[in-house]
């Protein structure tokens, strides 16, 4: 039953993912249409969506119906995959796939260290929040000043973050399945796999990534 409890928040992972990448790739080949809808403040618009439903999700998740939890992951995944678009037309293609599977690489290792180890990860909750919030405010300081071993720095910090996230997130599912049970358990479980991978993925491609200029 726990197999299939995890595959189900796979499926949903992978989905969420499929829709982010595939939904990034297909508008980017349309620059024209990206530059229309991404410039000004359509990319504002677009941040501001996803951290709507971030917190809709989050607040609303215990009384939510699971219909109600699949529509906030799968729109959360499609805006996502709007602003992707972008990433698609600055960075080479063949560096994209490189950095995702090297992302994935990531994610399933230590996705299955969380998954089987008898470490109690469930105290790492505070520490990685403190730190995400730590680079956050590092971030907004860093756009005054224009450091760029500064921002190195935060890069390879958050890096280290969500490689927490990702061992303390899998860690918690079976918590998560108690609480809301298998099926809304299973896509919120998701969502927030989907948030570390996303996030790992940014910050490797920051470092590693090679831009079309």
């Not at 995890?6 to 249409?33: I, K, Q, R």
């Not at 972008?86 to 293609?93: I, K, P, R, V, Y």
């Not at 490689?163 to 303390?168: K, P, V, W």
Request: aromatic share 16%.
């Amino acid at each position: 039953m726990e197999n299939k409890l995890y595959s189900n928040v796979f499926m949903w992972l992978f989905a969420g993912l499929l829709l982010t990448f595939g939904s990034g790739y297909v508008l980017s080949l349309y620059p024209d249409a990206v530059i229309n809808i991404m410039g000004g403040t359509g990319y504002i618009i677009a941040i501001v969506i996803e951290v709507a439903v971030a917190i809709f999700f989050g607040v609303r998740i215990r009384k939510m119906s699971k219909n109600t939890a699949i529509f906030c992951y799968l729109l959360y995944s499609l805006v996502t995959g709007v602003t992707f678009s972008t990433l698609f037309l600055a960075f080479d293609l063949t560096s994209l796939m490189m950095i995702f599977g090297i992302t994935a690489l990531v994610f399933g290792i230590f996705a299955f260290f969380g998954m089987v180890t008898k470490l109690p990860l469930h105290k790492l909750g505070t520490m990685l929040l403190m730190g995400l919030v730590a680079i956050i405010l590092a971030s907004l300081v860093n756009l005054f000043i224009g450091s760029a071993s500064f921002e190195f720095g935060i890069c390879i910090i958050g890096i280290l973050i969500f490689i927490g996230y990702i061992a303390y997130d899998m860690k918690m599912l079976p918590a998560l399945f108690n609480e809301l049970g298998e099926e809304k358990g299973a896509i919120y479980g998701a969502f927030q796999l989907y948030l570390d991978f996303i996030n790992l993925f940014l910050r490797l491609l920051q470092l590693l990534g090679n831009s079309n200029d």
